[in-house]
């Protein structure tokens, strides 16, 4: 027993032994390697990092301002009653989000009160105008005894001359005269109720003619009154907040509604006083400037196009910038809606002679890494002007230098480098192809199906319906397309 102890005892000492040599030969055997990678004087070899270079170069850029923006309508109407009463018709475009064309009927309110007042009114008219033109015939008949009057008065005056002759000759009497004298007196006082009985008639008819005036206003207060129980739309656009029912009773003024002008749509969006400043001219005033706002619509972005057609008139208390508004006149304007909350890039005037270069490539006071003969980097400074997201455009650039565009947290200035040409490029391309949304080729029931399901929603904008049938009609399809309208099918 004491033997076999004594032998395993030694077996293990032996394998301790073994295993003690073998570590020491490894260590020895990466001591030789040291060696012999280390340079004759003795000392470590200098190590280089492959960094991804690419060439500067001189050009025209055109920055591009990105801010955020809310779309609104330039023009909203609020819809009202003119009249009360009962509601007998609505308009079958009558509901929220509704397309009616301009003067077309929106709300009809039961006519046949206004439509008596109106008959009423016109018999009153009526009326009235044969009043007047009885007043205007009793003020002609008044004229013509006027005048016979006259005429019988100038005769008795005649009269009375002769027989004042003849007596004056002495051939006539005293009481002959005395006669003419009170026929021309009765003459006179007849020609004097003759007037008064004119000034009567012409009372009469002035009375008449105002009353056919008053009739008239009064026909066409119930004319306007008739034609306020028929409300309709001035102009095209979308219907929204509608209240109105078959039946139901609304009052004067109510409200009813909204109308919508879909084509006079703006965006509203601010921007800070230093973009502002680089949009408007020396004279301080806007030119021509075009936008391009993006509505991203669930994987289908609608892109739009505008024009920027003033400045907000206040800053506001406890803000900054500038709110512009601009005025869409892109055919995409139409699938927009007022409140969508849109990404609106506005396009600088052109800088000329700088360099675009990526943004991890520059530090943030200007410091880039550039290439030396040598194969060790040196540091240059240029001059941010813009940041243009993964992009910087700079000035001060020297032409034709090679440059790290990626730097890290090891590079700096006299370390030396290994450069990679293009490689930045390839491994963009690579990221781009894996970022790439998978395809697919679809059988043609299934494309059959799928078209027939863009074709036939009604409530998706042309626009991004034109969109989804080229898309479909392609031979390879987007997966993520395919499978949102699959999901919305139920398939």
Do not use: H, W
């Not at 007596?167 to 021309?184: H, K, M, N, P, Q």
């Not at 800053?315 to 005025?327: D, E, F, K, P, W």
């Not at 192809?433 to 036939?456: C, K, M, N, W, Y």
């Amino acid at each position: 027993m004491r033997f076999l102890t004594r032998t395993l005892a030694g077996v293990f000492l032996l394998c301790l032994t073994l295993g003690l040599l073998a570590m020491a030969a490894g260590t020895v055997f990466r001591a030789l390697q040291q060696a012999d990678d280390s340079d004759p004087r003795g000392g470590a070899r200098e190590r280089e990092f492959a960094v991804y270079v690419d060439t500067l170069s001189l050009g025209t850029a055109t920055p591009v301002i990105t801010a955020y923006g809310e779309v609104a309508s330039g023009r909203t109407l609020e819809i009202r009653s003119g009249a009360a009463g009962r509601v007998s018709k609505l308009s079958e475009a009558y509901r929220d989000g509704g397309r009616v064309a301009a003067g077309s009927l929106l709300v009809q309110i039961d006519p046949v009160d206004a439509r008596a007042a109106l008959d009423i009114a016109r018999a009153d008219l009526d009326e009235a105008e044969a009043q007047r033109v009885e007043a205007e015939q009793t003020l002609e008949l008044a004229r013509q005894d006027l005048a016979a009057a006259q005429q019988s008065r100038d005769l008795r005056a005649r009269a009375l001359e002769r027989q004042s002759a003849i007596r004056d000759r002495g051939a006539g009497t005293g009481a002959a005269v005395e006669e003419s004298e009170i026929a021309l007196a009765s003459a006179d006082q007849a020609l004097v109720g003759r007037r008064q009985a004119l000034a009567q008639a012409e009372a009469q008819a002035d009375q008449a003619r105002i009353a056919v005036t008053r009739r008239g206003i009064a026909l066409r207060e119930a004319e306007r009154a008739l034609d306020d129980t028929t409300i309709t739309a001035p102009f095209a656009g979308l219907l929204t907040a509608t209240t109105a029912v078959p039946g139901g009773q609304v009052s004067a003024n109510e409200k009813l509604g909204s109308l919508i002008d879909t084509a006079a749509l703006e965006i509203a969006f601010r921007v800070s006083n230093a973009e502002y400043a680089r949009l408007v001219g020396r004279a301080g005033e806007l030119g021509e400037i075009r936008i391009r706002a993006t509505l991203p619509l669930d994987g289908f972005p609608i892109e739009v196009t505008g024009r920027v057609d003033r400045v907000g008139a206040e800053v506001g208390s406890g803000q900054t910038g500038r709110v512009l508004y601009a005025r869409l006149d892109g055919p995409g304007a139409a699938a927009l809606r007022p409140g969508d909350f849109v990404t609106v890039e506005i396009p600088e005037p052109p800088l000329q002679g700088v360099a675009v270069i990526p943004a991890a490539a520059v530090a943030a006071d200007g410091e880039v890494l550039l290439l030396a003969d040598d194969g060790r980097l040196e540091a240059a400074r240029l001059r941010i002007l813009r940041r243009q997201g993964d992009d910087v455009i700079v000035a001060d650039a020297p032409a034709g230098r090679t440059y790290v565009r990626e730097r890290q947290p090891q590079l700096g200035p006299g370390v030396k480098v290994r450069p990679v040409e293009g490689g930045a490029d390839g491994a963009a391309a690579d990221a781009a192809a894996q970022a790439a949304p998978p395809t697919l080729v679809l059988s043609a029931d299934r494309r059959a199906r799928l078209i027939a399901f863009v074709e036939g929603n009604a409530r998706m904008p042309d626009e991004v319906k034109a969109r989804l049938l080229a898309q479909l009609s392609a031979e390879q399809v987007p997966a993520e397309v395919v499978e949102r309208l699959e999901s919305r099918m139920g398939g």
